[in-house]
């Protein structure tokens, strides 16, 4: 599931707006909070950002205070085959209040449709239609590992 750039855009006009803050303002209010109140409740919990999480994570060690930013960086990790350079760029929305916005608009999608879970794959499709599951902490899984008695 990718989240519309146009809604994004738009979302977070309105998020600034109503709030009377700047993209700065907002992040440097709601980031600690964030970390405080969901990360290190539940450590887990990144896993349910799937593929938005990458630059989530950029947005909490760019934002966090100095408290917590050794905790973010841990939190999180990498895949087993490192953080994908590639999906990064991909899920990168071009501003941090924009990569916020979508990440926490691709959690409620997630939550709507019933599929929180740190365990739960997340539905990776490509420009060209190709789709692939990805599993926070462990990466893509191959197709041929889904249906190991083909």
């Known amino acids: 599931m990718r989240i519309d750039k146009e809604f994004v855009v738009e979302e977070a006009q309105r998020i600034l ?24 409740q539940g450590p887990d919990y990144w896993k349910n ?7 989530l994570q950029d947005i909490l060690k760019n ?3 100095k ?3 050794e905790y973010v960086r841990a939190v999180g990790g990498e895949d087993e085959f490192g953080a994908d ?3 990064k760029k991909e899920y990168d929305y071009g ?10 608009w691709y959690l409620e999608y997630r939550v709507n449709s019933y599929q929180l879970g740190a365990e739960n794959a997340h539905d ?13 902490g462990v990466g893509f899984v191959d197709e041929r590992d889904e249906n190991p008695s083909e």
């Open 17 to 40: 707006e109503e709030n009377k803050e700047t993209q700065l303002q907002f992040l440097e209010r709601v980031v600690p909070g964030f970390i405080k109140d969901v990360l290190l």
């Open 49 to 55: 950002y799937g593929m938005y999480w990458w630059n």
């Open 63 to 65: 934002y966090a205070p």
């Open 67 to 69: 408290e917590y930013r």
């Open 85 to 87: 350079d590639e999906i």
């Open 95 to 104: 501003s941090d209040m924009y990569n916020w916005v979508a990440a926490h």
């Open 124 to 136: 990776h499709f490509t420009e060209d239609g190709d789709h692939r599951q990805y599993v926070p």
